[in-house]
């Protein structure tokens, strides 16, 4: 019942003008209830009202009857498969897929961000992941390492310079 009263509220927030309030509502309707096609279809209606072509495309990614435009302009932001993933902000499986077609979607954002992390990856387990996973390589571990000893060495110089100062 709570999804219903909420949509009520954002009808009422619409009729009203409160275009950002309506958008929060929706927002958190849609983390509550990652499995419902309804708040993420008036999610995007809300984003469309902004011009805002990929927040559309990002909410109606897992609709048959999405627009291409706003498809390509979601996918053209999130480039990145782990950056997709992330805002298509899905938790569980393909299985709670509401449509075949959402469950095709789902699995193909899924193995793509497998793919790039060189590991599997699950909807839940996604909150491991950090970054965006587009910077990870042991050249990059090797630099950072490098840096930290450097700086530790640098400090250590200065301390010692400083207590050997301290005692002359």
């Given at each position: 019942m709570a999804l219903n009263d909420t949509l009520a509220r954002v009808d009422a927030d619409l009729a009203a003008g409160r275009l950002p309030v309506a958008r929060?509502?929706?927002?958190?309707?849609?983390?509550?209830?990652?499995?419902?096609?309804?708040?993420?279809?008036?999610?995007?209606?809300?984003?469309?009202?902004?011009?805002?072509?990929?927040?559309?495309?990002?909410?109606?990614?897992?609709?048959?009857?999405?627009?291409?435009?706003?498809?390509?302009?979601f996918e053209e932001r999130y480039a990145n498969a782990i950056g997709l993933m992330r805002a298509v902000a899905w938790r569980g499986t393909e299985a709670d897929a509401p449509t075949p077609f959402a469950a095709e979607q789902l699995a193909a954002v899924r193995e793509a961000a497998s793919e790039t992390l060189g590991r599997p990856v699950t909807w839940d387990g996604l909150v491991e992941v950090k970054g965006d996973a587009r910077e990870i390589s042991p050249l990059t571990d090797a630099l950072t390492g490098a840096g930290c000893l450097l700086f530790a060495i640098a400090f250590l110089g200065i301390w010692a310079y400083g207590l050997v100062s301290l005692f002359d």
């Open positions: 929060q509502r929706l927002r958190g309707l849609v983390s509550s209830c990652p499995h419902e096609p309804a708040p993420r279809r008036r999610l995007a209606e809300v984003y469309r009202l902004y011009g805002e072509t990929a927040q559309a495309g990002r909410w109606m990614y897992l609709e048959e009857d999405r627009s291409p435009e706003e498809t390509a302009a």
